[in-house]
């Protein structure tokens, strides 16, 4: 079964800073990835993915993740943060088998400090 | 291009009540998938149509089912409410059968009292 750890719960980090997200999933096959934001009361932004190809994937909002098969690995960067980057950023996986469906790590909410 | 639209964006039923939550997908987006989002449990996949047909089912009980209409709007039906149900349920909606990544909507807010 597929599954996402995302081991940070939380993580503050001053603006300017850099930024990783860890992200690490449990599937055989070769997996779809997948960041999502969230704001607070809304819904999910997408913003980025992996499905083939280059494993560095570039995003919106800066934001870019590097897939690393011999870890399974999927983490988030972002090379400056900005105060608007607070929410909370869920990691996701799915494959090819099971259609649209994604599992979704727990989340990590993300504090910026000025 | 309008996002997906779920309606209504608050709710407060009674514990045995029914609830039917609407989504509206992008323009040409045939899947449909919901999610229930709870602070205990976090993201839950619940199921997914497309092309009118449930394509995939989470582990949820039975009093949770859905539906997808010709234009691809969906909804989801909740019956015999109970208080663990209390959840935003999100919606998303996809263009292609597999692997695409979703849009999702701004959820509905379930409070079960």
């Known amino acids: 079964a597929q599954s996402v750890t995302q081991p940070d719960i939380h993580i503050t980090v001053s603006e300017g800073a850099s930024l990783e997200l860890r992200c690490n999933y449990s599937?055989?096959?070769?997996?779809?990835l997948f960041w999502y934001v969230q704001s607070p009361g809304q819904g999910l932004q997408l913003l980025l993915k992996?499905?083939?190809?280059?494993?560095l994937v570039q995003g919106i909002k800066g934001f870019e993740a590097e897939f690393k098969r011999s870890q399974s690995s999927f983490n988030l960067r972002k090379p400056s943060v900005h105060w608007s980057d607070a929410a909370e950023y869920f990691c996701?996986?799915?494959?090819?088998?099971?259609?649209?469906?994604?599992?979704f790590g727990a989340g990590t909410i993300l504090r910026v400090k000025s | 291009k309008a996002g997906v639209t779920q309606t209504p964006r608050y709710l407060i039923k009674t514990r045995g009540q029914q609830v039917t939550l609407s989504c509206s997908p992008i323009?040409?987006?045939?899947?449909v998938s919901w999610y229930q989002q709870t602070p205990g449990q976090g993201l839950q996949f619940l199921f997914e149509?497309?092309?009118?047909?449930?394509?995939n089912k989470g582990n949820f009980p039975g009093r949770f089912s859905g539906r997808q209409f010709s234009n691809s709007r969906s909804e989801m039906n909740v019956s015999t409410l109970e208080l663990g149900d209390s959840a935003l349920y999100l919606c998303?909606?996809?263009?292609?059968?597999?692997?695409?990544?979703?849009?999702f909507g701004s959820g509905t807010r379930l409070t079960v009292v």
């Open positions: 599937y055989g096959a070769t997996p779809y």
């Open positions: 992996y499905f083939s190809g280059d494993t």
């Open positions: 323009s040409g987006h045939r899947s």
């Open positions: 996701a996986v799915g494959a090819e088998e099971y259609g649209n469906k994604l599992v």
């Open positions: 149509y497309f092309s009118e047909t449930q394509r």
């Open positions: 998303a909606s996809s263009p292609y059968r597999q692997g695409n990544g979703y849009t």
